[in-house]
C-alpha cells in the first residue's frame, strides 16, 4: 500500500503513546529492580554491622575488636563480592579494620539505625552501611561507628534478575496489547471498507444513492456522498435535456436545409434557384450561430473552465460590439448608441467574452422587436448594459429566460441562448447578472445589467453622453 492510510495513522497515533507509557514503565522497574536488591542486601549489611558491634571491647585504655571470619562471610555470595569493615572511635580516629571507609553525613545518633549509601573506593563502587553503637560495659559507654561495606555484583545480579523478570511480563503484555489493538483497528475501520468496496463495485453509469448501514462518522460521508450523487443526477439530467434540445433546435435547420435543396433540384428555373438559394444561406447562418451559441454555453458551463482575467476596458469593448452591430442594425430601422464616459473603466475580464455578451444582447433586443437600444457603460458603479425599448419581460418569467432554449412569448425566432450565455459570462467574471424595465412608460423595455464587483478601476467619473459610430 503506497502513501498515507487511516490504518497507518490510527495505528501510529495508538501505538505511540503505548510506547512512551512502556517506556517509563521500564525505567520505573529498572528502579522498583535496583531498589529491592538494594533493600535485600542492605539487611545483610545491617545483620553484619550489628555483628561486629557486639565484637567491639575496651582493651588497655581503648577499642579494641577481634572479629571472627563468619562475621564477614555472611556478606559474601555466590558472586564473590569483596567486604570491608572499619572501626572508627569517637573521635572519628580509625582504631582497626581492612578499608579505611569514608563516613556518611548525616548519619544517626539512635544505635539501632543504620544510615546507608553508595561511594566510590578506589575506583570501585561500593554500598556502604554505617552503624553508631556504645560499648555494653556499665563502667564505660564508649561511642563508636562501624563502617562495613562490600561491591555490587551480588546487588547488581539480583537488580538484573528481576528487572528482566519485569522485562519479560511487560513484553508479554505489549505483544497482547498490540495485537488486541490492530484487531481493534481493523473492526473499527470494517464500515469503512465496506463503504469502499460497495463504491468501488458500483456500476459507473448508476448515480443511485448508497445504500448502507454504517456507523454515525460514516453515516454522514455515505449522506454526503448520496447529496454528491444527487447533484450529479440533476446535472446529467440538465445535460440530457440540453443535449435533447440543442439536437432538436439543430435538427429544425438542418431538415430545412435539406428540404430546400431538395425543392431546388427538381425545378429548372435559375429564379427558383437563386431564391433557394438565399433562403438555405439565411438557415445555414442561423444554424451556424445556434452551433456557435451551444459551443459558448458548453464551455461556460463546464466547471474546469477557469480563464485567466486580464484588465479590460468596458468602454472599449462596448465601442467596438456597437460598431460591429451597427450596420446590420441601420439596415433593420433599429437606432443603436452608445452611452459611455469619455476616460477608459477597467475591470478583470476577457474582452471577447463581455463582446459576446453584448452581441446576444444587441441580437435579442432586434429579434424582440426593439427599436431603440443603447449600450451603456458606467463608471461608478461599474456596469455594463443594453436598454432597449422593446416589449420587455414580466418580472415572473425573468429567472426562466436565463435557462437555454427558453424563448420569450411574444416571438418564436431565435434559439433562446443568448441570455443563458450572457448569465454564464456574468458568472465567470463574477458579476451580477440583473433584468429590470427600461422605462415606466408601456411598453416597458428591457433592461439587462452587469454590475462588476472589486478590483476595477473606475477612471474618469464625467458624465456618459450619448454617441454613434
Same mark, same amino acid.
Given at each position: 500500500?503506497? @502513501?498515507?492510510?487511516?490504518?497507518?495513522?490510527?495505528?501510529?497515533?495508538?501505538?505511540?503513546?503505548?510506547?512512551?507509557?512502556?517506556?517509563v514503565?521500564?525505567?520505573? #522497574?529498572?528502579?522498583?529492580?535496583?531498589?529491592?536488591?538494594?533493600?535485600?542486601?542492605?539487611?545483610?549489611?545491617?545483620?553484619?554491622?550489628?555483628?561486629i558491634?557486639?565484637?567491639?571491647?575496651?582493651?588497655?585504655?581503648?577499642?579494641?575488636?577481634?572479629?571472627?571470619?563468619?562475621?564477614?562471610?555472611?556478606?559474601?555470595?555466590?558472586?564473590? *563480592?569483596?567486604?570491608?569493615?572499619?572501626?572508627?572511635?569517637?573521635?572519628?580516629?580509625?582504631?582497626?579494620?581492612?578499608?579505611?571507609?569514608?563516613?556518611?553525613?548525616?548519619?544517626?545518633?539512635?544505635?539501632?539505625?543504620?544510615?546507608?549509601?553508595?561511594?566510590?573506593?578506589?575506583?570501585?563502587?561500593?554500598?556502604?552501611?554505617?552503624?553508631?553503637?556504645?560499648?555494653?560495659?556499665?563502667?564505660?559507654?564508649?561511642?563508636?561507628?562501624?563502617?562495613?561495606?562490600h561491591?555490587?555484583?551480588?546487588?547488581?545480579?539480583?537488580?538484573? *534478575?528481576?528487572?528482566?523478570?519485569?522485562?519479560?511480563?511487560?513484553?508479554?503484555?505489549?505483544?497482547?496489547?498490540?495485537?488486541?489493538?490492530?484487531?481493534?483497528?481493523?473492526?473499527?475501520?470494517?464500515?469503512?471498507?465496506?463503504?469502499?468496496?460497495?463504491?468501488?463495485?458500483?456500476?459507473?453509469?448508476?448515480?443511485?444513492?448508497?445504500e448502507?448501514?454504517?456507523?454515525?462518522?460514516?453515516?454522514?460521508?455515505r449522506?454526503?456522498?448520496? *447529496?454528491?450523487?444527487?447533484?450529479?443526477?440533476?446535472?446529467?439530467?440538465?445535460?440530457?435535456?440540453?443535449?435533447?434540445?440543442?439536437?432538436?433546435?439543430?435538427?429544425?435547420?438542418?431538415?430545412?436545409?435539406?428540404?430546400?435543396?431538395?425543392?431546388?433540384?427538381?425545378?429548372?428555373?435559375?429564379?427558383?434557384?437563386?431564391?433557394?438559394?438565399?433562403?438555405?444561406?439565411?438557415?445555414?447562418?442561423?444554424?451556424?450561430?445556434?452551433?456557435?451559441?451551444?459551443?459558448?454555453?458548453?464551455?461556460?458551463?463546464?466547471?474546469?473552465?477557469?480563464?485567466e482575467? #486580464?484588465?479590460?476596458d468596458?468602454?472599449?469593448?462596448?465601442?467596438?460590439?456597437?460598431?460591429?452591430?451597427?450596420?446590420?442594425?441601420?439596415? #433593420?430601422g433599429?437606432?443603436?448608441?452608445?452611452?459611455?464616459?469619455?476616460?477608459?473603466?477597467?475591470?478583470?475580464?476577457?474582452?471577447?467574452?463581455?463582446?459576446e455578451?453584448?452581441?446576444?444582447?444587441?441580437?435579442?433586443a432586434?429579434?424582440?422587436?426593439?427599436?431603440?437600444?443603447?449600450?451603456?457603460?458606467?463608471?461608478d458603479?461599474?456596469?455594463?448594459?443594453?436598454?432597449?425599448? @422593446?416589449?420587455?419581460?414580466?418580472?415572473?418569467?425573468?429567472?426562466?429566460?436565463?435557462?437555454?432554449?427558453?424563448?420569450?412569448?411574444?416571438?418564436?425566432?431565435?434559439?433562446?441562448?443568448?441570455?443563458?450565455?450572457?448569465?454564464?459570462?456574468?458568472?465567470?467574471? @463574477?458579476?451580477?447578472?440583473?433584468?429590470?424595465?427600461?422605462?415606466?412608460?408601456?411598453?416597458?423595455?428591457?433592461?439587462?445589467?452587469?454590475?462588476?464587483?472589486? @478590483?476595477?478601476d473606475?477612471?474618469?467619473?464625467?458624465?456618459?453622453?450619448?454617441?454613434?459610430?
Open positions: 500500500m503506497s @502513501g498515507d492510510s487511516l490504518h497507518r495513522r490510527l495505528l501510529t497515533w495508538l501505538l505511540l503513546p503505548m510506547l512512551i507509557v512502556g517506556s514503565v521500564l525505567w520505573r #522497574a529498572w528502579l522498583d529492580a535496583r531498589q529491592t536488591a538494594d533493600r535485600a542486601f542492605d539487611r545483610l549489611l545491617d545483620a553484619a554491622s550489628l555483628s558491634a557486639e565484637q567491639a571491647q575496651w582493651q588497655d585504655d581503648r577499642l579494641w575488636l577481634d572479629l571472627p571470619p563468619a562475621a564477614l562471610e555472611m556478606l559474601a555470595s555466590r558472586h564473590d *563480592e569483596r567486604v570491608f569493615y572499619t572501626l572508627v572511635d569517637a573521635r572519628g580516629k580509625r582504631v582497626t579494620g581492612n578499608a579505611d571507609l569514608p563516613g556518611i553525613e548525616g548519619a544517626a545518633q539512635d544505635a539501632s539505625d543504620v544510615v546507608y549509601g553508595d561511594v566510590d573506593y578506589h575506583d570501585m563502587p561500593l554500598r556502604l552501611g554505617v552503624r553508631r553503637s556504645r560499648l555494653e560495659d556499665w563502667r564505660l559507654r564508649e561511642p563508636f561507628e562501624i563502617r562495613v561495606a561491591t555490587r555484583e551480588g546487588r547488581d545480579a539480583l537488580s538484573g *534478575e528481576l528487572f528482566r523478570q519485569s522485562l519479560a511480563y511487560l513484553l508479554a503484555v505489549a505483544v497482547l496489547s498490540v495485537a488486541a489493538l490492530l484487531i481493534a483497528i481493523r473492526l473499527a475501520l470494517a464500515p469503512l471498507t465496506r463503504l469502499r468496496r460497495q463504491i468501488r463495485t458500483r456500476d459507473p453509469r448508476t448515480l443511485a444513492p448508497l448502507l448501514p454504517l456507523p454515525r462518522e460514516l453515516a454522514e460521508l449522506d454526503t456522498v448520496n *447529496e454528491l450523487l444527487a447533484r450529479m443526477r440533476r446535472v446529467k439530467a440538465n445535460q440530457e435535456r440540453f443535449i435533447g434540445d440543442a439536437s432538436h433546435q439543430l435538427r429544425t435547420p438542418l431538415a430545412g436545409l435539406s428540404a430546400r435543396a431538395e425543392l431546388a433540384l427538381r425545378q429548372d428555373d435559375p429564379a427558383i434557384w437563386r431564391s433557394a438559394l438565399g433562403a438555405m444561406q439565411t438557415t445555414s447562418q442561423s444554424a451556424s450561430r445556434l452551433a456557435m451559441q451551444l459551443l459558448s454555453l458548453t464551455r461556460l458551463d463546464n466547471p474546469e473552465y477557469q480563464p482575467l #486580464a484588465p479590460t468596458l468602454v472599449q469593448v462596448a465601442r467596438e460590439a456597437v460598431m460591429a452591430h451597427w450596420q446590420r442594425c441601420q439596415r #433593420a433599429v437606432d443603436l448608441g452608445l452611452e459611455a464616459p469619455e476616460a477608459p473603466v477597467h475591470v478583470q475580464g476577457l474582452d471577447w467574452q463581455l463582446g455578451a453584448l452581441a446576444n444582447l444587441i441580437d435579442n432586434c429579434h424582440y422587436g426593439a427599436r431603440h437600444i443603447t449600450v451603456e457603460v458606467s463608471a458603479p461599474i456596469a455594463l448594459a443594453v436598454v432597449d425599448d @422593446g416589449p420587455g419581460i414580466p418580472h415572473e418569467r425573468r429567472l426562466l429566460v436565463l435557462r437555454p432554449f427558453h424563448r420569450g412569448e411574444h416571438t418564436s425566432e431565435g434559439s433562446g441562448l443568448g441570455l443563458a450565455i450572457v448569465d454564464g459570462i456574468a458568472r465567470t467574471h @463574477g458579476a451580477r447578472l440583473s433584468l429590470g424595465d427600461a422605462r415606466e412608460a408601456p411598453p416597458p423595455g428591457l433592461r439587462v445589467s452587469l454590475q462588476f464587483g472589486e @478590483g476595477v473606475k477612471g474618469s467619473t464625467s458624465a456618459p453622453s450619448r454617441s454613434q459610430p
